[in-house]
């Protein structure tokens, strides 16, 4: 589905506003059924190239579909596209399927992403550090109540993409 010259717009364009940053956990019915639709018609291949873009429509997008495949095809682009994240409109999206879909294995990943996101102070680094914390059990001060319970509903929206593409 996805091409060299530039075919992943259809899957990328009608979707990433509904899906950057945490708008997914304010997804309409009829948005939702789109998302789930495209989701379907995925494979593995088309993922890794959106997570892999430079685009940062196309990671969010990505990381989003990486739970309609096998998180063991997608695992390693999931990463590499944390460590290149473009910061809060793609790093939401990112630690939170990470943190479904991989768990404990992201936690590197994760911290990466937390670090760097403080230093260009753009918002996702508690959000990413509340992930951390999810994972490994150890509370941090750095994360609030606001954070845990932010983390808590993405990780429910991502379940519930993940369930209706399983």
Same mark, same amino acid.
């Given at each position: 589905?996805?091409? !060299?010259?530039?075919?992943? $717009?259809?899957?990328?364009?009608? =979707?990433? @506003?509904?899906?950057?940053? +945490?708008? #997914? &956990?304010?997804?309409?019915?009829?948005?939702?059924?789109?998302?789930?639709?495209?989701?379907?018609?995925?494979?593995?291949?088309?993922?890794?190239?959106?997570?892999?873009?430079?685009?940062?429509?196309?990671?969010?997008?990505?990381?989003?579909?990486?739970?309609?495949?096998?998180?063991?095809?997608?695992?390693?682009?999931?990463?590499? !596209?944390?460590?290149?994240? $473009?910061?809060?409109?793609?790093? =939401?999206? @990112?630690?939170?399927?990470? +943190?479904? #879909? &991989?768990?404990?294995?992201?936690?590197?990943?994760?911290?990466?992403?937390?670090?760097?996101?403080?230093?260009?102070?753009?918002?996702?680094?508690?959000?990413?550090?509340?992930?951390?914390?999810?994972?490994?059990?150890?509370?941090?001060?750095?994360?609030?109540?606001?954070?845990?319970?932010?983390?808590?509903?993405?990780?429910?929206? !991502?379940?519930?993409?993940?369930?209706?593409?399983?």
């Amino acid at each position: 589905m996805v091409t !060299a010259d530039g075919a992943d $717009a259809d899957l990328v364009r009608p =979707h990433y @506003l509904a899906l950057l940053g +945490t708008n #997914a &956990l304010r997804l309409d019915e009829p948005t939702r059924r789109r998302v789930v639709s495209t989701g379907r018609q995925v494979d593995a291949h088309d993922v890794v190239r959106l997570l892999d873009s430079a685009q940062w429509r196309a990671v969010v997008v990505g990381a989003w579909f990486s739970l309609a495949v096998p998180p063991s095809a997608t695992e390693a682009a999931v990463l590499r !596209a944390m460590a290149t994240s $473009a910061g809060s409109l793609t790093a =939401h999206p @990112l630690v939170t399927v990470a +943190t479904l #879909a &991989l768990g404990r294995d992201a936690l590197p990943s994760i911290r990466l992403l937390a670090d760097q996101a403080h230093e260009r102070h753009d918002g996702s680094a508690t959000f990413a550090r509340s992930a951390v914390e999810h994972l490994d059990g150890e509370r941090s001060d750095a994360v609030t109540d606001d954070d845990r319970g932010l983390l808590a509903h993405m990780l429910a929206a !991502a379940e519930r993409l993940r369930s209706a593409w399983t």
